[in-house]
Nanobody, 116 residues
Framework: QVQLVESGGGLVQAGGSLRLSCAASGIISSIKVRRWYRQAPGKQRELVAG???????NYADSVKGRFTISGDNARNTVYLQMNTLKPEDTAVYYC??????????WGKGTLVTVSS
């Protein structure tokens, strides 16, 4: 059974940094893309950042220049380094992995709270 487990969330003051991790366990066929999403209270889930198996990355405009996504294929782990955090970054952050076969896996999320 495939599981994605996020960690690294917590409470941080505005301007601070956090590093989220998403570790995948179980048998996973070739991963096409790994992504981080977030969902703030009362809002829809939104894409934050993504990284393909080839290393290409993309970011939401709201986090460009502040967040960095990276992956460690050997450890089946994807990271999200978040710098210069703002109160509007407060949300539950979810990792998502999509295989070449189109199967999508989700973690249960980790809460990030940024105080002003």
């Amino acid at each position: 059974q495939v599981q994605l487990v996020e960690s690294g969330g917590g409470l941080v003051q505005a301007g601070g940094s956090l590093r989220l991790s998403c570790a995948a366990s179980g048998i996973i066929s070739s991963i096409k893309v790994r992504r981080w999403y977030r969902q703030a209270p009362g809002k829809q889930r939104e894409l934050v950042a993504g990284i393909t198996s080839g290393g290409a990355t993309n970011y939401a405009d709201s986090v460009k220049g502040r967040f960095t996504i990276s992956g460690d294929n050997a450890r089946n782990t994807v990271y999200l380094q978040m710098n210069t955090l703002k109160p509007e970054d407060t949300a539950v952050y979810y990792c998502n992995e999509v295989t070449l076969g189109g199967v999508s896996y989700w973690g249960k999320g980790t809460l990030v709270t940024v105080s002003s």
